[in-house]
Every structure is written in C-alpha cells, then in structure tokens.
C-alpha cells in the first residue's frame, strides 16, 4: 500500500523528532566522554565541546588507584544487586495476589497503598524509625525502607490482569496446582517482559541513589560509589570558586584541574554499566512499557 501525503509528513516530522532528542542525549555524553581524557584547563576554557584536545588519561589512572572510589564501587554493585532482588520480591509478591479477583479484601488493600502514594511520614519520622531498627550504617538503611514501590506494584498487577487470563488459573486449579504453585509456575514464566521491566527500574534507581546513603551512613567504608563521585564534584566546584575568588593558596590551581578530571572519568566509570546493561533489557522494556495497551 502506498503512503499517503499525511503519513508521510508524519513519518517525516517524526524522524525529526526522534533525531533532535538523541541530539539532546547524545551530547552530554559524548562531551563528558571528550572531557574526560582532555586538558582540564581547556575544558574549563569551554574549547572542549565533542572531541577531546590535547588527550591525557591522567583522571582514569587516578580513578583506577583511588581505593575510595573501588569501594564505593563495589558498595554500589552490592546495594543495587541485593536491592533489585528484594524489591522485585516484595513487588511481585503483593502485585500477584491483588491481581487475583478471588482475593479477600482486595479493594481495602488496594485503597491502602493508594493512600501511601499521597501521604507519607516524612524524612525526620523515618529517618527515627531507621534508628530504631537498628539500620543506620548498614545496608538495610538502604534498600529495606523502599523495598516496595507502590506505582511498581500497581503496574504489574495490570500485566498479571491484562496478560494473564483467567482461564489459565482455573485450569490450574483443577489440575490441584496451590495458589503458590501457580504464581511460581505459571504466572512468574509468563510475566518476564514486566519483570525484565522492573528490574531495570529498580536497578537504575539503587545505581544513582545517593541521598539515603548520606542520611543514613557515617561509615566512609559504606559509601556507594554515586555519594563518592558528589563529594568529588563538591570538591571540584568548591576548588574552582576559591580559585575564581583569588584567595588560593600555592598549587590549588592544580588540585582543581585534578579533580576536574576526576569528576568527568568518575562519571563515565558510572554511568557505563546502566549504558552496556540496557540493550540487553530493551526488548522486554519495549513490550512491559504497553502493559494493558492491547487486550483480546
């Protein structure tokens, strides 16, 4: 069939769209990657825009001998992994039996966890139910205050309504299969785009979590690695205003180009792990991100 006038201007108008966002995209990264192994003192020039000049690897090296940063690197590798795997417990676990028409009480539940996504304790009263529970300096600090996400949960209810018929769980249960049994071996096979989908969240969000680490942790041996990189970009900004100010002591100057270097390697170290790991989840997010758009 051929095209008419219309959808090829759409298709047009959409192609300019889509370019100008990876434009948008594209060049933070390619400008961090450049002015990662560039001249610190032509970076804060601004003459570093997509290609590096005059090349040095001197912010890798240090980032590769900083223990501080490995650290908080495998700090970071940890929370998120133990993280991940407990929020998807948690979220499959209570998004499974809501999904369930069967389920006593189903709609005061649901109108529960409604209510917490409107109201919450605050910062200060949870921050004294942590301590109370003996959390602080741990990692429970961490990943057991979210361990649920309420938007999550309600997401994968809708693929388990939408996805999931219900003549599939009464022939289950005809077959003798518990509600255990079914979760386990039925729903959860056939919920992988979803939870593909929500691994992805999770893991994204423990990787660039920083503000309960700095609530909740005084031990620097804790540190995730994204608390680790905001006191070098603290630091790099506190150097260059002390420097534009005048009032710097013998090599200062140099102390900031250092941690100019080390805040854009510091970045790129961090961000490629999310960057290797997405294409390998695109096509499950593709298919999770139309949950309930076509049914039938």
Do not use: C
């Given at each position: 069939m051929r095209e008419k006038g219309a959808d090829r201007l759409f298709l047009i108008a959409n192609a300019a769209v889509l370019s100008i966002v990876?434009?948008?995209?594209?060049?933070?990264?390619?400008?961090?990657?450049?002015?990662?192994?560039?001249?610190?003192?032509?970076?804060?020039?601004?003459?570093?825009?997509?290609?590096?000049?005059?090349?040095?690897?001197?912010?890798?090296?240090?980032?590769?001998?900083?223990?501080?940063?490995?650290?908080?690197y495998l700090n970071t590798i940890v929370y998120t992994l133990a993280g991940t795997l407990l929020n998807l417990a948690v979220t499959l676990t209570c998004a499974y039996p809501l999904s369930r028409k069967d389920l006593t009480?189903?709609?005061?539940?649901?109108?529960?966890?409604?209510?917490?996504m409107f109201f919450s304790g605050g910062l200060i009263p949870t921050y004294l139910l942590v301590k109370n529970l003996g959390m602080l300096d741990s990692i429970w600090a961490l990943i057991v205050p979210g361990a649920a996400s309420v938007w999550n949960?309600?997401?994968?209810?809708?693929?388990?309504?939408?996805?999931?018929?219900?003549?599939?769980?009464?022939?289950?249960m005809m077959d003798g299969?518990?509600?255990?049994?079914?979760?386990?071996?039925?729903?959860?096979?056939?919920?992988?785009?979803?939870?593909?989908?929500?691994?992805?969240?999770?893991?994204?969000?423990?990787?660039?979590?920083?503000?309960?680490?700095?609530?909740?942790?005084?031990?620097?041996?804790?540190?995730?690695?994204?608390?680790?990189?905001?006191?070098?970009?603290?630091?790099?900004?506190?150097?260059e205003a002390m420097k534009q100010s005048g009032g710097v002591l013998e090599g200062l100057a140099?102390?900031?180009?250092?941690?100019?270097?080390?805040?854009?390697?510091?970045?790129?170290?961090?961000?490629?792990?999310?960057?290797?790991?997405?294409?390998f989840f695109q096509r499950y997010f593709v298919k999770g991100i139309m949950v309930g758009a076509v049914k039938g």
């Open positions: 990876l434009i948008l995209v594209l060049f933070p990264l390619l400008h961090i990657l450049a002015a990662s192994i560039s001249d610190p003192q032509l970076v804060n020039k601004g003459k570093v825009w997509l290609l590096p000049r005059d090349l040095t690897f001197e912010g890798f090296r240090r980032v590769f001998r900083n223990e501080e940063i490995w650290t908080g009480g189903r709609t005061t539940v649901l109108l529960l966890l409604l209510f917490t949960i309600l997401i994968v209810r809708t693929y388990f309504e939408t996805e999931i018929p219900d003549e599939v769980h009464e022939a289950a299969a518990s509600n255990l049994v079914a979760f386990a071996r039925i729903a959860l096979p056939l919920a992988k785009p979803i939870v593909a989908v929500m691994a992805l969240f999770y893991g994204v969000g423990h990787w660039n979590a920083y503000f309960d680490a700095l609530i909740y942790l005084s031990d620097r041996h804790l540190y995730p690695l994204q608390l680790i990189l905001r006191e070098i970009l603290v630091q790099a900004q506190m150097n140099k102390q900031a180009e250092i941690a100019q270097l080390l805040k854009y390697a510091v970045i790129i170290v961090s961000t490629l792990p999310v960057l290797v790991a997405y294409p």
